[in-house]
Nanobody
Framework: QVQFVELGGGSVQAGGSLRLSCTASGFTFSRSPMAWFRQPPGKEREFVCA???????DYANSVKGRFTISRDNAKNTVYLQMNSLKPEDTAVYFC???????????????????WGQGTQVTVSS
């Protein structure tokens, strides 16, 4: 049974920082591409960033230079460090895992099989 525990969401003022974590179980984490997606209020879910099983990363242009994704395979955990937060970063953030056999970061939402429950991030101006 696949399970995720997402921690670290909350409220912060613009310019602040937050760190999200997502601890997974029930699948082979070390071989799985992992990613963070987000769903802003009233909008579709969108890609934020991804990390491959070889630690290669990819980012949406909107977060490049501000957000950092990382993974710790010993802890089955993926992290999202968010700096210089903006009000437009307000969203529910989801971690996701894929069963695709690839060494590349996976950016397509359709390629992800496993999803966390989501954690709210609110950035006030």
């Amino acid at each position: 049974q696949v399970q995720f525990v997402e921690l670290g969401g909350g409220s912060v003022q613009a310019g602040g920082s937050l760190r999200l974590s997502c601890t997974a179980s029930g699948f082979t984490f070390s071989r799985s591409p992992m990613a963070w997606f987000r769903q802003p209020p009233g909008k579709e879910r969108e890609f934020v960033c991804a990390v491959s099983r070889t630690f290669a990363t990819d980012y949406a242009n909107s977060v490049k230079g501000r957000f950092t994704i990382s993974r710790d395979n010993a802890k089955n955990t993926v992290y999202l460090q968010m700096n210089s937060l903006k009000p437009e970063d307000t969203a529910v953030y989801f971690c996701a895992g894929s069963s695709i056999d690839t060494v590349l970061p996976v950016v397509s939402e359709l390629s992800y099989d496993y999803w966390g429950q989501g954690t709210q991030v609110t950035v006030s101006s």
